[in-house]
Nanobody, 119 residues
Framework: QVQLVESGGGLVQAGGSLRLSCASSGSIFSLNRMGWYHQAPGNQRELVASITSGGRMAYADSVKGRFTISRDNAKNMVYLQMNSLKPEDAGVYYC?????????????WGQGTQVTVSS
């Protein structure tokens, strides 16, 4: 199983931008789908964006037009470009992936990266 490591979080003013990165320890060609989840304090993790191995993207309504997910297969990286950030976007962002090994599918998580948005 690959390991996922997020980076790029930090403190930003409302209206600002951040780019989150997710580094895979192995080739992301083996990862069927990758996504970014957001967990605000006291809330469950929610999917904000996903991208398939074929490049098909999907977004939560709350981030459409503001966030962009992308992947760089050569670098084994997935990114989340976050623009026009709002205070409600604050929280921990987790990278997630489904990896199929043989006949088993593994759901993998990174450790998360903190995003703070000041109003």
């Amino acid at each position: 199983q690959v390991q996922l490591v997020e980076s790029g979080g930090g403190l930003v003013q409302a209206g600002g931008s951040l780019r989150l990165s997710c580094a895979s320890s192995g080739s992301i060609f083996s990862l069927n789908r990758m996504g970014w989840y957001h967990q605000a304090p006291g809330n469950q993790r929610e999917l904000v964006a996903s991208i398939t191995s074929g490049g098909r993207m999907a977004y939560a309504d709350s981030v459409k037009g503001r966030f962009t997910i992308s992947r760089d297969n050569a670098k084994n990286m997935v990114y989340l470009q976050m623009n026009s950030l709002k205070p409600e976007d604050a929280g921990v962002y987790y990278c997630n992936a489904d990896q199929i090994i043989g006949i088993k599918m593994y759901n993998l998580w990174g450790q998360g990266t903190q995003v703070t948005v000041s109003s």
